[in-house]
């Protein structure tokens, strides 16, 4: 066989990690000694509390990702003046050498 390195990314190990954490909770509730009213109620409010919280992240990353929208574009809006400014130079010194070649 091949030795292969195989690599994760720093993503891939979050989300197990992630994954295992919640697998434990879900777990933990289910084997722990209480009645099964009290775990579904628990359970629900953990559901309810991850589910607010992933909207909340969400949300964060909306107005992170419109920030960086609107950075690109000042960006963008700044370079092509810039660019434009440069051809239109271009253009006037190419014309002011003509008229001097051909006067």
Known sequence: MDNQ?????GQAVA???LGGAVAGVVAGLLFA???GEEARRALKGY????EEEAVE????GRA???QTIGSGKHFIAEKT???EAAVKAGRETMNE???KCCS
Do not use: G, I, Y
């Open 64 to 66: 992170t990702l419109d």
């Open 97 to 99: 050498k003509m008229d």
């Open 81 to 83: 003046a810039d660019v």
């Open 33 to 35: 000694p209480k009645s």
């Open 47 to 50: 559901a309810r509390r991850a």
């Open 57 to 60: 992240k969400a949300k964060e």
């Open 5 to 9: 390195d195989t690599k994760c990314s």
């Open 15 to 17: 989300l197990a990690f």
